[in-house]
């Protein structure tokens, strides 16, 4: 009986155990497949992570949310929400004045392909213990990428340049100028000059956090002082040799007249000396004139006839007559310098009585009245056509209001005192001399210089009339060049425009 006891006792103790050890085992199981899920799930969720195309969660560029695009989705989003941004301006301010500086002059932007490039690598790059952590810490702190501002280094200088010259109290360096024969020396003024790289750093820290808008920049500056006046080297700009004008034949060359100019350089220095501080100097120049000038020189120095026009005039109208003879002999003998330009106004000068001039027909509002100096327009017209056929370049032409006796229409050309002139510039390589003669009823001009392998054989005008009905005459000029008894081209001159009487 005993140990039937003992044995039913051991039985239940064993059954108690195998029970308790049973659910361990459950239990046990239990806890494995949990973490084999949670693990599985920690892979799955790692692995879409790290080949995923889109940005995770909580990520920002330039506090633009960019969390779930794409990398194209993500630079279309950040460029389109930073292209109003930097289509616009900064305002920079010195002593009450305002410069704009527009960022796209500087050419300013956001790498912003490159800023999303390092979101789409967040959390994808490292460890699988790194990104979890870097996937995590972003999702629940959010990570904002600030991207670099890049920006045209030569068109910051260029502006900031700029803003420089027109400040109120821009420095003034000391100069000198010529006036009425005497040397002006003007002393230089301190200024403001514009501190380049603190303004720099002030305009790029302003675009990179977007800090301009509604802000005004003050425009950081220091005393820029200016160069003592320089007297020797003002003598060695303005002293000159007196040359007296001359030719050469082989080759042909002219040298035109030079007059000679001099100062006291001990007399200048003294002033200064004196009164460092002042304004300004005057101090009389030293002339020495030429014995020859350029228009002195002989036919000689102008072999060749480059071209000739005449014009006839009516030899009993006295007065008009004289008044041809004055302009004409002003202008006779002019030499003008390649480049140079001539100007009839200028040579012949203002039409007076001290001068010579007489009453004769002139074109006054619409009419036909007396006026002083009546009938040289008869000579710059004369001196027109001449031009054209020297294949000189017109500078300034303009017609008459009606077609003058002694040119037909497009080949004319007016001069008014004080408002209407006739120009022209030697656009050839070498001097050209103008001759001109009024006798006999001809009105006559002459162009000498030198021949060249270039030049054409023959320059004429030509007009084609356009309009010629009503009170008007409309006719077109050409210039027409010939070479060889053939025309090689022909260009427009002008379209001008005629009353009728």
């Known amino acids: 009986m005993p140990d039937f006891e003992v044995f039913k006792g051991n039985t239940r103790e064993f059954l108690r155990k195998f029970k308790t050890t049973n659910i361990f085992i459950h239990l046990l199981i239990i806890i494995l497949v949990v973490a084999l899920i949670c693990i599985f799930a920690i892979y799955k969720f790692y692995t879409s992570i790290e080949n995923s195309d889109t940005i995770q969660y909580g990520v920002f560029i330039k506090g633009i949310d960019v969390s779930g695009l794409t990398r ?15 289509n616009d301006h900064l305002e920079l301010s010195y002593k009450n004045n305002v410069y704009y500086l527009e960022i796209e002059q500087i050419e300013a932007k ?19 213990k790194s990104n ?87 425009i950081p500056t220091y005393v820029q002082y200016p160069d003592p006046i320089d007297i020797d080297s003002i003598h060695d700009d303005l002293y000159t040799e007196m040359q007296n004008a001359y030719f050469t034949t082989d080759p042909y060359a002219v040298y035109p007249d030079v007059t000679g100019v ?81 100007s009839y106004n200028r040579v012949v000068g203002k039409r007076t009585t001290s001068a010579g001039y007489k009453n004769a027909a002139i074109y006054q509002d619409g009419d036909v009245v007396d006026g002083l100096g009546g009938g040289i327009c008869q000579i710059s017209t004369t001196l027109y ?6 294949d000189m370049e017109i500078e300034m032409r303009r017609n008459h209001m009606f077609v003058p006796s002694y040119a037909d229409a497009g080949k004319d050309a007016t001069v008014v005192w004080g408002s209407q002139d006739f120009q022209f510039k030697n656009r050839r390589n070498y001097p050209i001399k103008i001759e001109t003669s009024v006798s006999d009823g001809i009105a006559n001009v002459k162009i000498y210089g030198l021949h060249t392998d270039d030049d054409y054989d023959r320059i004429y ?13 409309v006719v077109d000029s050409y210039r027409v060049f010939e070479k060889d008894g053939r025309i090689v081209k022909k260009t427009k001159l002008y379209r001008d425009t005629y009353k009728k009487h």
């Open 461 to 473: 005008i030509t007009t084609e009339t356009i309009k010629n009905s009503g009170n008007s005459l």
């Open 262 to 342: 001099d100062f006291d350089t001990n007399e200048l220095r003294n002033m200064i000396e004196e009164d460092g501080k002042a304004e300004k100097y005057e101090i009389a120049l030293d002339y020495t004139y030429p014995r020859v000038t350029i228009d002195d020189l002989g036919r000689e120095a102008f072999p060749d006839l480059l071209a000739s026009f005449s014009t006839k005039y009516v030899q009993s109208n006295t007065n008009r007559t004289t008044n041809l003879r004055l302009a004409a002999n002003k202008i006779d003998g002019k030499v003008v310098m390649p480049g140079d330009i001539f």
């Open 385 to 390: 056509n001449a031009c054209i056929a020297a």
């Open 72 to 86: 194209q989705q993500a630079i279309e989003k950040v460029s389109k929400n930073l292209e109003d941004t930097l």
């Open 110 to 128: 956001f790498d912003v392909e490159a800023s999303v490039d390092l979101a789409i690598k967040i959390a994808k790059t490292g460890t699988f």
């Open 132 to 218: 979890i952590s870097e996937y995590l810490n972003v999702a629940l702190g959010n990570i904002n990428i600030d991207p670099i501002l890049t920006y045209n280094e030569d068109e910051l200088k260029r502006y900031i340049s700029n803003i420089e010259m027109y400040l109120p109290d821009q420095l003034q360096q000391a100069d000198y100028y010529v006036e009425d024969g005497d040397l002006i020396v003007i002393n230089g003024v301190n200024g403001a000059g514009i501190e380049y790289d603190q303004l720099k750093e002030l305009v790029l820290k302003n675009i990179q956090d977007i800090s301009f808008k509604n802000k005004i920049i003050d």
